[in-house]
Nanobody, 122 residues
């Protein structure tokens, strides 16, 4: 069983930055990703990275967010710059045993963390 623990959320002003981290208990996964869910909205994919390197980003974060992983430490990161109020959401880390389907498709993931809140004020 893979356990995922997110950290790094918080409150920032518009234009600010945050770095989210996700510590995985093992590295038996082929893909990891970040998703977010705002109140009253569906959970949506933000970014994903395969263990062999390819990444994918949602259009609304392209150029502002960067996903990266430290394979040796089993930690996934999401560097978020130029944050906007519309980025306010609970952010979740996810892991998939197999890298098939779209990286931003939540149904492709097997394991989820509990989430970390990101709040961006204008």
């Amino acid at each position: 069983q893979v356990q995922l623990v997110e950290s790094g959320g918080g409150s920032v002003q518009s234009g600010g930055s945050l770095r989210l981290s996700c510590a995985a208990s093992t590295h038996t996964y082929s893909r990891m990703g970040w998703f977010r869910q705002a109140p009253g909205k569906e959970r949506e994919g933000v970014a994903a990275i395969d263990t062999d390197g390819p990444t994918v980003y949602a259009g609304f974060v392209m150029g502002r967010f960067t996903i990266a992983r430290d394979g040796a430490k089993n930690i996934l990161y999401l560097q978020m710059n130029s944050l906007k109020p519309e980025d306010t959401a609970m952010y979740y880390c996810a892991a998939a045993r197999a890298a098939y389907g779209g990286g931003l498709n939540r149904d492709a993931y097997n394991y989820w963390g509990q989430g970390t809140q990101v709040t961006v004020s204008s």
